[in-house]
T-cell receptor, first 115, second 113 residues
Framework: EAGVVQSPRYKIIEKKQPVAFWCNPI?????LYWYRQNLGQGPELLIR????????DSQLPKDRFSAERLKGVDSTLKIQPAELGDSAVYLC?????????????FGPGTRLTVL | DQQVKQNSPSLSVQEGRISILNCDYT??????FLWYKKYPAEGPTFLIS?????DKNEDGRFTVFLNKSAKHLSLHIVPSQPGDSAVYFC????????????FGKGTKLSVKP
């Protein structure tokens, strides 16, 4: 069974440019998460989807970040415009359901460098 | 303020010996705890978990202990192997909210041959 797929794996952009990350979760997983991991820190949740609905986006900086999961399967996270402080690894994860202790499966992440 | 704390950024252990990784938390509403392991350039992978109604869970070489009164959990790896060298993240789930995971900063384990 394929794991969580993310692309691109690496992205280098100039500040003020837009950038987008794509995630395809494990088949059948209806919960999808986007995390940001800064250097030396643990992952921090940005947004959580149940199917196509964003049920928790309280930590998403909405002035420049947006996300979508239109058909309840794959998802895109966008930053526009990017700032120097956005340099981090952006991780996507999926799970079967949220509140049953089901483990989250993570993708390899996208390492973003903003110059 | 950090709700999940891993106070040791790194740990070095000899192959065959026991590795003990520690984690403290502050939120008494956490009802489920997980350990994730992360190799460089890969995403975290699930290792072992424990519910707050238990005090121990064992899976092969890995055992997690939970001390609710002290708000402390630990991961024991016995015996340690060089392939265990990775960053280990402690995570907690808040049963009172939407069940999101709160991660610690991680501990980098190095197992020397």
């Amino acid at each position: 069974e394929a794991g969580v797929v993310q692309s691109p794996r690496y992205k280098i952009i100039e500040k003020k440019q837009p950038v987008a990350f794509w995630c395809n979760p494990i088949s059948g997983h209806n919960t999808l998460y986007w995390y940001r991991q800064n250097l030396g820190q643990g992952p921090e949740l940005l947004i959580r989807y149940e199917n196509e609905e964003a049920v928790d986006d309280s930590q998403l900086p909405k002035d420049r970040f947006s996300a979508e999961r239109l058909k309840g399967v794959d998802s895109t996270l966008k930053i526009q415009p990017a700032e120097l402080g956005d340099s981090a690894v952006y991780l996507c994860a999926s799970s079967l359901r949220t509140n049953l202790g089901n483990e989250q499966f993570f993708g390899p992440g996208t390492r973003l460098t903003v110059l | 303020d950090q709700q999940v704390k891993q106070n040791s950024p790194s740990l070095s252990v000899q192959e065959g010996r026991i590795s003990i990784l520690n984690c403290d938390y502050t939120n008494s509403m956490f009802d489920y705890f997980l350990w994730y392991k992360k190799y460089p350039a890969e995403g975290p992978t699930f290792l072992i978990s424990i519910s707050s109604i238990k005090d121990k869970n064992e899976d092969g070489r890995f055992t997690v202990f939970l001390n609710k009164s002290a708000k402390h959990l630990s991961l024991h790896i016995v015996p340690s192997q060089p392939g265990d060298s990775a960053v280990y993240f402690c995570a907690a789930k808040d049963g009172g909210s939407q069940g999101n995971l709160i991660f610690g900063k991680g501990t980098k384990l190095s197992v020397k041959p």
